[in-house]
């Protein structure tokens, strides 16, 4: 979100209203924070001193003195107060993304200090100049509620209300921020105000009369009961909404990129259908951080306050795990789309769950079908990473191949860091000669007349296998498996999946071991197909940088869900609508969903080849 005009007036106004006088001095220092030693009299000299610079306006030999301070006093409250004062010069000087700086290793060191609640309001004021209203609504609610003074309380206060009237937040945002303040009242209930505003503002009218409703109960004997009344009659009167599709994905946090790409995508989707006066359908944003209790917890809050129609999203797996689980749980009639959740079985928590991206137990399912019905093999080995991947993709093959008549005489997993798995093949190699030995038997061939000199010949000979599984993660560690495979003397089939999926395994100077290779994968992530490069133009046209795979698979995720609102007008025919559709054509490749459950089983398979990797047609014994 932009900076708005209000806000950027606000930032010039409150980085001049932290006076010199409002930083501790040293003549009556702040207690210090649990586990920081105790002024001396040398760190509160020199603390003295850098003041006395700081409030006279000498900014840089103030900051080099407190420096210094910071180097010799170590975890002290003179450097408590020192890092407090650097804080306050880097915002002065022009520096917000320092400043952040600053109050990260502030928290780090001193989280229950006196001073967080001053560390918050720099970090707010950061934050508005660099345009994160998001960011700085919250750390001047922090600010507000923690401050130990009039002043700081009021200026956090005008922070707050500035990026409410410039415009500067959305109800999410706002939403987000009323949380931090419910040992503030007063605050609360201006602030929940605001809230329910936006949302008249934008036309979420539920969300209003929720909003509203909830500030009549908590304070419906202030004054400002007759006001909120009337806003709640307005919510009441307003007109019924277009159907809605919520976009929940992270929006902020350690993975916010996806949920960015997410939004992008869908909303791309939309806009395209809104264009085309196909129905006209809203948007909705939940930000569930990446965390599935804070997910749950907000789809809860926005099911019961909102009008949602579907879901896009989540887009991490366990997220969309749990939300599946909950939704199905309340016999729910909204649809969940989730782009790209790769766990397997989500789609099966419930009948109006969908997954578009290809899962990591349906790569392995097609890689083992492949391999038994069409290369007609029957023994098999799999080495994988000890990782929700490698346990997924190795679960699936094993049963897949002895569901289908096939045995799998060895499964071995290895830390993705190793680079000697002599171990793991050895192991294998014990089963095959064991396999061996009775194939031997079985075609009556007799048994050697010196059984131990026969298997010490045969421990140093190459041993066949019909076929090995290397579930590699990307294309060095295919590269690594298939090597020590051929370096342990064994000869098979390497199958693989997904990670096998990159080109650059083929100019490494000895390609023979991956050479032959055939694996499982899901979508290409830049297919030179016409619906994809117009999607690519349009996507970025709007949003002036290329799409990722997860944008293609949102954008499909909506597409997919415009098509069933189109064909189905009522809110009990959705989901049935949906569940018709059993093959669509994506943007990355056509998704067709499998038969029983709402999960695309499309997966494609490759051949590698001297010059490259070619796509292989399945066979009907594979099915």
Known sequence: M?????????????????????????????????????????????????????????LKDAEAQLNRLLKQSGKSAAAEEAMVILTDI?????????????????????????????????????????????????????????????????????GLWALVDGAGLSAEDMEATLELLDK?????????????????????????????????????????????????????????????????????????????ALKEGAQLAVDENNARGAGRIETRILDDQGNLIVGIHRLRKAMREEK???????????????AAVDLSARKSKVPMVTPTATTHGIAALGEGIFQLNVT??????????????????????????????????????????????????????????????????????????????????LEGVPPDPDPKAYAKTLADSVLPLDGIFLAATNGEEAYKLASQAAFNKLRAQFLGSSGWNDKTMLHRSSTTAIQGAYFSVDFQENPKTDIYLAFQKSFSAKWKHPPDKV???????????????????????????????????????????????????????????????????TCPEAD
């Open 2 to 58: 932009s900076l708005c005009l209000a806000c950027s007036v606000l930032a010039e106004t409150l980085a001049k209203s932290v006076s010199a006088p409002s930083v501790a001095n040293a003549s009556n220092p702040s207690p210090p924070a649990a586990g920081v030693a105790p002024m001396d009299k040398a760190g509160a000299a020199a603390l003295k001193k850098a003041k006395a610079a700081y409030q006279a306006g000498q």
């Open 90 to 158: 880097s915002l002065r000087n022009g520096k917000p993304d320092q400043t952040l700086a600053d109050v990260i290793r502030f928290r780090r060191y001193y989280g229950n200090s006196p001073q967080s609640a001053r560390m918050s309001y720099y970090q707010g004021q950061a934050a508005l100049r660099l345009g994160r209203n998001p960011e700085a609504a919250k750390a001047f609610a922090a600010a507000a509620v923690g401050a130990p003074n009039a002043v700081l309380y009021a200026n956090a206060g005008k």
């Open 184 to 260: 503030d009242p007063g605050l609360r209930a201006g602030w929940m105000e605001r809230v329910g505003d936006q949302y008249l503002r934008e036309g979420r009218y539920q969300a209003a009369h929720a909003t509203f409703q909830d500030w009549m109960d908590r304070y419906g004997k202030t004054d400002a009961a007759p006001r909120v009344k009337d806003k709640l009659k307005q919510s009441v009167d307003a007109p019924q909404q277009n159907r809605t599709i919520l976009f929940m994905a992270p929006m902020s946090g350690e993975f916010a990129e996806i949920g960015r």
């Open 308 to 322: 949602i129609d579907a879901i896009v999203g989540p887009a991490m797996s366990d997220v969309s795990a749990a």
């Open 360 to 441: 990591t137990g349906t790569l392995g399912q097609r890689i083992a079908s492949y391999a038994t019905g069409c290369l007609k093999l029957k023994d098999f080995a799999i080495v994988a990473p000890e990782s929700e991947y490698g346990y997924q993709l190795a679960e699936a093959f094993q049963k897949t191949v002895e569901r289908k008549g096939g045995n799998v005489v060895s499964v071995q997993y290895f830390q993705p860091e190793a680079n000697d798995l002599a171990p793991q093949f050895e192991e294998i190699r014990k089963q095959a000669i064991k396999l061996y030995f009775e194939k031997q038997k």
């Open 551 to 617: 944008a293609a698979l949102a954008y499909d995720a909506a597409r997919f869900l415009a098509q069933g609102m189109a064909a189905a007008p009522g809110e009990d025919q959705l989901i049935p609508g949906l569940r018709s559709i059993r093959s669509f054509n994506g943007v990355l490749g056509r998704i067709a969903f499998d038969e029983k459950y709402g999960a695309n089983a499309n997966a494609a398979l490759f051949h590698v080849e001297k010059k490259g990797f070619k796509e292989v047609e």
